[in-house]
């Protein structure tokens, strides 16, 4: 809680939501070209511009900026499919998750953000809810389907999601095998054949 | 190839197998207790009584250690359940990943050797190899699906694995959400469903 505490209440537009852009901004910039172990505040602060004083008050040094970073990226509103069935959004849901972490250019920065955040508790924790923030938010294509009659009534839809995209994440970040677009997507169909049967349903429990 | 070339060769019951053999257990007692920050080839050298010469030769420092017992973990064979079902054998899988890292005194070596593998270049190939060996290995209760008729042929056993093991490794590893049992299970039955229904099986692609 005194993490959170320290965390600016950003005042959209105001000086704050700048400063805290610009820290953001360089802390992903910073830890994609070093990693986790060439990440520093003295870095961060010539990057953005904000003096050393601020970043260790505000931030509280280098797990506080990258936990901070996960929790900017959660917040970032992003666009969910609507294809009109469950198959379809999951396996936009999928390759999206694909397309992005394998992707040379898109890759690397969430990838290192990910991997640095493993490497302390504030990070691991800023981690947990930055998924679970994206699980929340993806429901809502399982949410749809409960609403057309696709899946039984009190189907867990972040349950869903994970099922559809932890084949994806387990082999990018556990395994490190090889990962292409007809695994990822196959990922999604065995999730919607699983929701459909009615295994994410928590009334079935 | 050169990392493996330096890994010594053991004949079973020889000196070289018995040096092995203190190593792999001193590495793990190491990265367990003191995690990859902590673990220096001197403190493997004073657990295991093999000198630190011998280490830097034959292993070529921590990072090799770590490769190295991730290979024997490997090369340990494991018993694989045999229930007559794939949902049983599935289930009984699942519930054994589950177990085995969240038990206080089984959990903490697996995870800090899987945790310290994903550290250097050395440690990702032995970690690459070994969850290819675990699901090949694994991969015997799909083919023994198959010959019972339940599985189409042509199915991908390794990928039925991946399937019913990936979410738990996803909430262990990757997002560090909460698990429990049912949910490790209901992950074993979702890729019970989707092998029935012939999503692994490689001809229908």
Do not use: C
């Not at 602060?45 to 900026?65: E, I, P």
């Amino acid at each position: 809680m005194s993490e959170e505490a320290r965390t600016p209440t950003p005042r959209p537009g105001g000086r704050s939501t700048r400063v805290r852009e610009n820290v953001v901004a360089a802390t992903l910039a910073e830890v994609t070209e070093k990693g986790y172990d060439g990440l520093t505040v003295d870095a961060v602060a010539a990057r953005s511009g904000v003096h050393k004083a601020t970043l260790y008050r505000r931030w509280n040094g280098v797990d506080g900026l990258v936990a901070d970073a996960l929790t900017a990226s959660a917040d970032r509103p992003w666009p969910l499919p609507d294809t009109g069935d469950l198959a379809g959004d999951l396996r936009r849901i999928a390759h999206e998750v694909y397309a992005v972490f394998t992707d040379p250019e898109l890759g690397p920065t969430p990838t290192a953000l990910i991997t640095a955040a493993q490497r302390s508790d504030v990070g691991a924790t800023a981690l947990r809810a930055f998924f679970a923030a994206r699980h929340r938010q993806a429901a809502a294509v399982a949410e749809r389907a409960v609403e057309r009659g696709e899946l039984p009534a009190g189907t867990d839809g972040a349950e869903v999601i994970r099922a559809a995209t932890a084949p994806i994440y387990y082999r990018l970040f556990v395994t490190g095998e090889p990962l292409d677009a007809h695994t990822a997507e196959r990922a999604a169909d065995a999730a919607t054949l699983a929701a459909r049967a009615g295994l994410f349903a928590t009334e079935a429990d």
